[in-house]
């Protein structure tokens, strides 16, 4: 235990291991973790006790592996990734103290280039070691000589390997750089006795050899350089060329301003060498070939941002992009003093030809180009086309317009003068090759159209069958293309086989094409159009074929214009006889716009066939006949539409001078019963026809016209309420009763003054829009009271016929086999008098009602516009609708059906009670009361409206007791042949006598007589259930108001009669 502890002592206290760590983190530039990890892992610790304690340990290496994980090992890494660090016993056996580490190891560092520690072995050990002077005792000069020689070029083939594999052009020094050094002062100060000739002859023999390096390299062609390693290098290519020849020639000029090599040529010049030339001609091709490499990089450092972006899109994203970067070149070309040549500039172009060729080749991607669609395939092609056809044109301009690249600029550059050939022949040749790719997808495209053929005729589901074999056999020739195992964009590909394919898939699909245009030829001769073709008939195979046939198109053409020739010409010779009165024209249109019409149809029959002949890719009148019905096409048209101008100028000048005496006329027009009407005569009535239908046919018309047309809207809102006016007018004075004609005279007085300047003054080029919906207004107003009253008087007329045109006394149940039901008498009555009861109130409620309607209560206490009252509406909304009690009811009922929300049903309910409350108390008495706010003479004139109503009610109380008498009597005397009694009267023995009940005495008050008349009483006194509307109420007079019994009399002596 305590030897453990005094162990752990000692190698806390040892301080060698940091020895190592010291040189490592100068070496290696490592930090400190890495090291701390090591010192830390016990098999790394152990093996460096072992190295520092075991004096027969002759090395330890120190090395990072691919983790970058420091560690120690004794025996050198068979392959190195990584600096190398490795620690040596001078001898062995010998102890390592902390004073003798320093002089006791031989100390140094690996590279992972293994031609860097060649290099490093040869001019560190094997140079100095057999070059020693020491080392070559009992040699002789020539051995010495030699060996120097070998050296020497030794050190060279190092040089040359190390400036190889970096890419750069390494300066190697001679053997005697050290001597030279040291004889330099010697040679500054003239003591050419310093140098002896085997110095001389090294020195000069290195600068030949740089001479040689130096001009190897400036002398290197692009060209050459770029195709040795590439068949089609990119333009990254070039730019990679250059920027490594500038650092290249940088990294000479550095040299060159190495102390050591300007030595060597100072000692050259000193001693007046012929090779002092070579020195100097070595520095103007270093510094003349790095003045050109910097400029061109620097000028191609901004075409290359294009390029780079460019070589990433695809070609339909590069367009835009096109136009700037040849602009970009030609600033290149004319502000760049190097790179203007006509070497470099095609090289570029060349290059960058090849990557537009590559920029294609993705864009279209040639692996799945014949596995989708067609149209797809083909549109990407063409596209592409595009896009290089737009390149060429760009180019074109670039290169006729190089004066503008070279503003600002003092130096000359070389024209664009080479051949055409000279950059453009592969781009050229994959142009071809897309060329050759489009006729085919082209010829796919027109097989697949005719999946959309559908051919009409006698023969046309056969000849569609045969197209569809022909399509699918298309289908199958086409698959074979999926299994090409070449890149058929590239014409230059190994081992392509496109030209063989291709052919082989031309003549299948020509054999197809024959098979096509056989089918057509039936379709052509059996119906006469092949318009669906499309290009497909363009095709060279079917085009020789079907060229023969096509004349039946045109055969066709040429007989419709015939046709139409003659029918023209009937209608010519029918106008310039008649007119056009008597042309057959469609009843729909006025004659002269129909006669327009009707020549806009003969037109079009030629028309139409011409525009489907145009919608043919076929040259249907390329031919000589074909012009000449074209000639004759163009000569009937022309007839056509002179002909129409003709009756159009003709009709212009007689429709305005009608129209203008048309427009002079009045409004409206009166006869000799006092009827009006709208007097728009059928001059302006056909003018305005056919004026609408002439645009609408697009004819030239003189602006009169059209401004006359324009007031179309006007004069058809000016019609429509005048012939409202009229109208309503004459229905008033139709229908209207001679008391209600007298209640509404005063009005109707005031309305006809109105009317009166429509009727004289008035015309139709000088009215108001506003006048006329003022009388609009004013007649409607009027028509609807009076309507709304009439509809009132009939309300009561159907509310007494409800109960009037049922008789009072029916068998009971209705049933023909049962007795009258007579039984009991009072029900019966009091039923009949609650109905009457009903009708009163509604009589009493209706005549009110009317008392409004025809004084216009309450609207006529308002103030008149311009006194304090409303202002009168200028639009055409007419006043509230006046509605009778039927049609309030109506509405009443349709809101009650539509009213869903809670709040209007609600409102609804309120309305109702309303109406009903105010139905329950409307009385005689509101009546007269409210007759006393208008004239004396109204009121009489009111009166006899009243007793007007009287004669209507008596009349169907007179219904009614008609209807109940007939009845009886008809059933008395069997009409209804229901073959059974309405009464009973039986006889019972009461001995000794026979007694009858009812009895048969006539003057008996319990007979059956008596009976039978009070029976008529009831049925007569019905008259007394209504009371006479043409009298004053009982509150007026204090007495009992009077019935309509009074006419009984007269009807007694009717029905008698």
């Known amino acids: 235990m305590a030897d453990d502890e005094d162990k752990k002592e000692v190698d806390e206290s040892d301080t060698r291991p940091e020895f190592f760590w010291n040189y490592l983190n100068k070496t290696m530039r490592l930090k400190l973790d890495k090291w701390t990890k090591l010192i830390t892992t016990n098999e790394y610790k152990d093996l460096i006790k072992e190295f520092l304690n075991n004096p027969f340990k002759p090395r330890l290496i120190f090395s990072v ?50 031609l860097a520690n060649l290099s490093v072995l040869c001019d560190d050990v094997f140079f100095p070691l057999l070059n020693n002077t020491v080392n070559q005792e009992g040699w002789t000069r020539v051995i010495v000589n030699d060996m120097k020689t070998e050296s020497q070029e030794m050190r060279n083939g190092i040089a040359q390997m190390k400036g190889l594999v970096i890419n750069r052009t390494i300066f190697p020094l001679p053997i005697c750089i050290d001597e030279v050094m040291k004889e330099a002062p010697h040679i500054a100060a003239m003591e050419h006795a310093s140098v002896n000739h085997m110095m001389k002859h090294s020195i000069e023999f290195m600068v030949v050899k740089w001479l040689d390096s130096v001009e190897n390299l400036v002398g290197v062609k692009p060209t050459d350089k770029l195709f040795s390693t590439e068949r089609y290098p990119l333009p990254e290519a070039i730019f990679a060329y250059w920027e490594s020849r500038q650092e290249n020639l940088e990294n000479l000029a550095h040299q060159l301003g190495d102390i050591r090599i300007k030595t060597i040529g100072f000692v050259l ?11 100097r001609r070595i520095v103007e091709l270093v510094l003349e070939s790095l003045a050109e490499a910097r400029d061109i990089t620097k000028c191609l450092a901004a075409l290359k941002k294009k390029i780079d972006k460019f070589e990433m ?62 149209e797809e395939a083909y549109k990407k092609i063409i596209m592409n086309i595009q896009h290089l056809e737009y390149y060429k044109t760009i180019y ?172 023209f010409n009937i209608l010519k010779q029918m106008y310039t006889e008649k007119g056009v009165l008597d042309i057959p024209t469609d009843d729909c249109f006025p004659k002269t716009s129909g006669t327009i019409a009707l020549l806009n149809k003969l037109r079009h029959r030629i028309t139409a066939i011409y525009r489907d002949a145009d919608m043919y890719d076929y040259p249907l009148f390329e031919n000589e006949r074909g012009k000449n019905i074209l000639d004759l096409y163009n000569l009937m048209l022309q007839e056509v539409n002179s002909f129409i101008k003709n009756i159009l100028a003709k009709w212009v000048v007689e429709c305005w001078a009608s129209i203008q005496e048309s427009m002079a006329i009045s409004l409206l027009k009166s006869d000799e019963n006092d009827n009006i009407s709208v007097n728009f005569s059928e001059n302006l009535k056909t003018a305005l026809k056919d004026i609408k239908v ?33 109208e309503w007018c004459n229905d008033i004075n139709e229908r209207a009763h001679e008391t209600e004609r007298a209640l509404i005279a005063v009005e109707m007085a005031m309305i006809n003054e109105q009317i009166k300047p429509l009727i004289e003054t008035i015309t139709w080029d000088a009215y108001s829009q506003k006048f006329i919906v003022k009388i609009f207004k004013l007649v409607k107003y009027l028509h609807d009271r009076l309507v709304a009253a009439q509809e009132n008087l009939l309300v009561i007329k159907e509310s007494i016929r409800a109960w009037g045109k049922v008789p009072l006394f029916q068998r009971k149940d209705l049933n023909p086999q049962l007795m009258l039901h007579t039984d009991p008498r009072d029900v019966i009555l009091m039923e009949r008098a609650e109905k009457a009861a009903v009708t009163q109130r509604l009589i009493d409620l209706l005549m009110y009602v009317n008392l409004k309607l025809f004084f216009d209560i309450p609207r006529r206490y308002t103030l008149p516009s311009g006194e ?25 009922k349709s809101k009650k059906k539509n009213e869903k929300h809670k709040s209007e049903k609600q409102e609804d309910r309120e309305e109702e009670e309303r109406s009903g409350s105010e139905e329950e108390t409307i009385t005689p008495f509101h009546r007269f009361e409210l007759l006393k706010g208008i004239t ?19 009349q169907c109380l007179l219904d009614s007791v008609i209807t109940s008498v007939t009845y009886l009597r008809l059933e008395v005397e069997n009409r209804y042949e ?16 026979v007694v009858y009940f009812l009895n048969l005495d006539p003057n008996s008050k319990t007979g059956f007589v008596f009976f039978a008349e009070t029976l008529l009483d009831d049925v007569y006194e019905t008259m007394n259930l209504l009371y006479r509307v043409a009298q004053d109420p009982p509150e007026i007079t204090e007495e009992d108001a009077l019935r309509f019994m009074g006419k009984q009399v007269a009807f007694n002596k009717r029905y008698n009669g």
């Open 936 to 954: 004396e003479e109204e009121r009489n004139l009111f009166r006899e409206y009243e007793k007007y109503v009287d004669t209507i009610i008596a």
């Open 978 to 993: 229901n073959n059974a009694p309405i009464f009973e009267i039986f006889m019972e023995l009461q001995e000794p006598i």
């Open 313 to 374: 899109n695809t070609m339909d994203d590069n367009r835009p992009d096109i136009r700037p970067l040849m602009l970009t070149v030609g600033l290149v070309w004319g502000h760049s003093r190097y790179f203007h040549t006509l070497d470099n500039m095609t090289l570029f172009f060349n290059l960058f030809h090849n990557s537009l060729i590559e920029c294609v080749i993705r864009t279209i991607e040639p692996d799945s180009m014949f596995q989708g669609d067609v």
């Open 868 to 892: 304090g009252g409303e202002e009168e509406d200028d639009g055409d909304d007419i006043w509230p609708p006046v509605l009778s009690l039927s049609a309030i009811s109506k509405v009443v």
């Open 269 to 279: 010049e000193k001693i007046q060498s012929v090779f002092e030339h070579s020195y």
């Open 396 to 567: 074109r301009e670039c290169r006729n317009s190089l004066k503008k690249f070279k503003i600002g600029t003092t130096f000359n550059s070389q024209d664009w003068t080479w051949q055409a050939a000279k950059i453009f022949q592969r781009l050229d040749g994959f142009m071809d090759r897309l060329h050759e790719l489009k006729e085919m997808f082209n010829t796919g495209r027109d097989f697949m159209k005719l999946d959309k053929i559908v051919i009409g005729g006698l023969k046309g589901r056969q000849i569609s069958a045969a197209l569809e074999k022909i399509v699918e056999d298309y289908k199958n020739y086409y698959r074979e293309w999926t299994n090409i195992q070449y890149n058929p964009l590239d014409p230059e590909a190994e081992n392509s086989l496109f030209e063989i394919d291709r052919l082989n898939f031309k003549q299948k699909t020509d054999m197809l094409e024959r098979m096509i245009a056989t089918q057509f030829e039936k379709a052509l001769e059996d119906s006469h159009d092949l318009l669906l073709g499309g290009q497909i008939l363009l095709r060279p195979i079917i085009r020789a074929h079907i060229d023969s046939f096509m004349h039946i198109i045109v055969d066709d053409f040429e007989k419709e214009i015939l046709y139409v020739k003659e029918d």
């Open 65 to 114: 592996n691919s983790s970058g994980q420091l560690y120690p090992t004794f025996n050198f890494p068979v392959k190195i990734y990584a600096k190398v660090a490795y620690f040596i016993r001078i001898l062995t056996p010998l102890e390592l103290t902390e004073d003798n580490m320093l002089q006791s190891l031989m100390i140094g560092d690996l590279l992972p280039n293994a």
């Open 694 to 726: 002439l645009r609408l046919l697009e004819c030239e018309l003189t602006p009169n016209l059209i401004k006359f047309f324009s007031l179309e809207e006007d004069l058809w809102q000016a019609r429509i309420k005048l012939e409202r006016i009229a």
